[in-house]
């Protein structure tokens, strides 16, 4: 375990409150990134900020966001900060934003899964939990997700629907998906929590969002540590 982050750590709690830091403990424990969330080219604010609402909520600590020809704008009304609380990575720099992503969560160990009506989908109550980690894919509501994910794609998955409506709009896709998803993963016997490294260094990102003029505090931490 890094002995830096784990004495900044320490040495920036003392400025937080007592209760603030129990939430931190309380909290920590149910993070996940055995699932993760990919958004791509969402353009509503209040979709684009439930879903980072839901996915904070329901403990998915990663959402990747895809920008192609829209930019990700949540609305601080409706996320009611739940930004501050997660780990969010843009795709924006490439020519293709979606193979990039794709590409980067493949070399950490990712199954591609495509929210998307297909011939071989299954339901997502359906889906084998135990073969890997999902990075679980949503579009657009008039769109759908783009060609590049649905061929990329490992494997597919729906949500039941008995309306005349065809689809639900992707924050309430998302939230369903990962009520269902994190409900099985926590009665399962998969080891889908944090490990001691991704804690510490979770919790030192939510210290440094919590106290306030963290970065000078930790200026001071370095001067007294580097005088020892």
């Not at 005349?164 to 998969?190: D, G």
């Not at 889908?192 to 505090?217: F, G, I, N, P």
Request: some cysteine; hydrophobic content about 35%.
């Amino acid at each position: 375990m890094d002995n830096y982050s784990k004495e900044l750590y320490e040495y920036l709690s003392k400025f937080a409150t007592e209760q603030r830091m129990e939430k931190f403990e309380s909290v920590i424990q149910e993070r996940t990134r055995y699932l993760t969330i990919v958004v791509e080219n969402v353009y509503q604010p209040h979709n684009a900020s439930a879903v980072l609402r839901s996915a904070e909520c329901f403990g998915v600590q990663d959402v990747h966001i895809i920008e192609n020809s829209n930019k990700y704008n949540p609305s601080a009304d409706i996320s009611l900060g739940a930004h501050q609380w997660l780990s969010l990575t843009r795709h924006s720099k490439t020519e293709n934003n979606s193979l990039s992503c794709i590409q980067a969560l493949k070399k950490n160990g990712y199954r591609i899964v495509a929210t998307s009506p297909h011939k071989n989908d299954c339901l997502i109550s359906e889906i084998d939990l135990s073969k890997g980690k999902i990075a679980l894919f949503f579009g657009t509501e008039i769109d759908g997700l783009s060609d590049t994910i649905l061929n990329e794609a490992d494997e597919f998955v729906k949500i039941p629907m008995y309306g005349f409506t065809e689809s639900f709009n992707i924050s309430v896709s998302a939230a369903v998906s990962m009520y269902e998803l994190m409900k099985r993963l926590r009665e399962s016997k998969i080891e889908w929590r944090l490990t001691a490294a991704e804690l510490l260094a979770l919790k030192l990102d939510w210290v440094k969002e919590s106290v306030k003029s963290s970065d000078l505090l930790e200026k001071e931490f370095r001067k007294q540590r580097n005088a020892e």
